[in-house]
């Protein structure tokens, strides 16, 4: 029997690894603008480290982290989220000599959940995370490189959704005001809910199973309980959204399923047509304990994280990115003496920053020209015994009766000029007039 993928897994084949890199490549300019730097952390860390971040009562650390010993009997886990393997980096590595330390990351995800579609055992993300500000204009930053990185991919109907758990002293009042008004409903609320009730009466309000039920929608709003300073912070944040005019809705009912947030936390949706209640795009928030709580000097955090996943499914489900192999030179040979002076050809025009492509078959002259068509090959290059002799080559423009014999060594030359003067391959103008980022232009 033929070996399998593991459950929960998935492959990204050739057609579909260029939107992971168009996604991907675009993030990063993005990031670049904000001035935020990409850092890269390890797979798996020591268990300890997931397990004193995210929380003991947490569903993520109970029932989905890939936990198992190694041959040193040490106890490591697969990172189930980017935030606590980036704090630690950023203690271990004294990063915080640097008044702020704005970070990015790009990685897969590991957590032991049911495989359904769009979510996986194994899935990638995006995050961003900056350290050293507690200021309100800081949040708003962040808030607006997610938004950013939505509206680059033309996704419509951008909307933050936040609140605030307050400062220390808010979240102590709320959470008494929480166990009073559930201790009532105790047989009613799920299981889990009756656990979080006496561990952590905070995650309740994240509950999946109860939280569109009357009881919930009538459960005390921490906003109601906000410290004059914790109230004032929040404000603050609101209005430099406003400055921006980033449409958001204050929604007492958020609460990220993170123990380690404090004050501002948010979500941000998308309109696409089709996903209904998943189109959360990012969730994330301010931690200004968690750096402290894992041995480094007190610092405060904000960041953010999208699920990758979702995101392409969104783009696509907007936008069509079906994209054409295309290359720029197809080198058709034939004789072996061809062959040997066009795999020459070909190394010169990669060098030289053109796509090029040749037949690996030996094939005959039709079959040949076949492979030019799989590749959409803006120009073929013919080249036999006659054209050796005379030190030249034909040049084909494909769909089209134009065809030029030139020198060998005007090869690359009359290709990049006919890429500079042709029409542009990304979209109907030519190439120097338009916005987008075609090879053809990459190479003036």
Not at 281 to 309: K, Q, W
Not at 377 to 384: F, P, Q, T
Request: charged share 25%.
């Amino acid at each position: 029997m033929a070996i399998v993928k593991a459950k929960g897994t998935y492959d990204v084949l050739p057609t579909d690894s260029y939107k992971w890199s168009f996604m991907e490549d675009k993030i990063r300019q993005v990031c670049q603008i904000f001035n935020y730097e990409e850092i890269r952390t390890p797979i798996f860390e020591a268990s300890e480290l997931f397990h004193r971040t995210v929380g003991e009562t947490s569903d993520l650390v109970k029932k989905e982290t890939y936990d198992f010993k190694d041959r040193g009997d040490r106890l490591v886990t697969l990172r189930p989220e980017g935030t606590a393997g980036v704090v630690r980096a950023f203690i271990e590595n004294k990063m915080f000599v640097e008044p702020i330390n704005k970070l990015f990351y790009i990685g897969s995800m590991f957590r032991y959940e049911r495989p359904q579609k769009g979510r996986y055992r194994q899935f990638n993300q995006f995050g961003v995370e900056c350290f050293g500000s507690s200021d309100p204009i800081m949040d708003a930053e962040v808030i607006s490189l997610a938004v950013t990185i939505i509206r680059a991919f033309n996704l419509k109907g951008i909307k933050v959704r936040l609140n605030t758990l307050g400062d220390d002293q808010t979240r102590e009042t709320y959470k008494k005001a929480l166990v009073e008004y559930f201790t009532q409903y105790r047989d009613v609320i799920c299981p889990d809910c009756q656990v979080r009730l006496e561990k952590n009466p905070l995650r309740i309000l994240d509950c999946k199973v109860d939280r569109d039920t009357e009881i919930f929608k009538n459960a005390p709003k921490i906003i109601d309980y906000l410290s004059d300073e914790a109230k004032s912070r929040f404000n603050k944040v609101l209005e430099y959204l406003k400055e921006m005019n980033i449409n958001f809705e204050v929604d007492p009912m958020i609460v990220r399923g993170l123990d380690y947030y404090t004050h501002t936390i948010f979500e941000i949706e998308a309109s696409i047509e089709g996903f209904g209640s998943q189109n959360v795009m990012c969730g994330g928030g301010r931690y200004d304990h968690l750096v402290e709580n894992l041995g480094g000097p007190s610092t405060p955090g904000i960041g953010f994280a999208f699920g990758l996943e979702r995101l392409l499914a969104a783009i696509e489900a907007e936008h069509n990115l079906n994209s054409e192999n295309q290359i720029h030179l197809f080198i058709i040979a034939l004789g072996d003496k061809a062959r040997l002076k066009a795999m020459k050809l070909v190394n010169d025009m990669r060098l030289g920053g053109l796509i090029t492509e040749m037949d690996y078959l030996n094939g005959k002259l039709k079959n040949q020209f076949k492979m030019s068509e799989k590749y959409h090959a803006r120009y073929i290059g013919i080249l036999g015994d006659t054209e050796l002799e005379n030190n030249v080559i034909n040049v084909k423009t494909p769909n089209s009766t134009e065809q030029v014999t030139i020198p060998l060594d005007s090869l690359y030359s009359y290709v990049v000029n006919k890429l500079r003067s042709g029409s542009c391959s990304g979209c109907s103008s030519s190439c120097g007039d338009c916005n987008c980022d075609c090879e053809a232009k990459e190479n003036e």
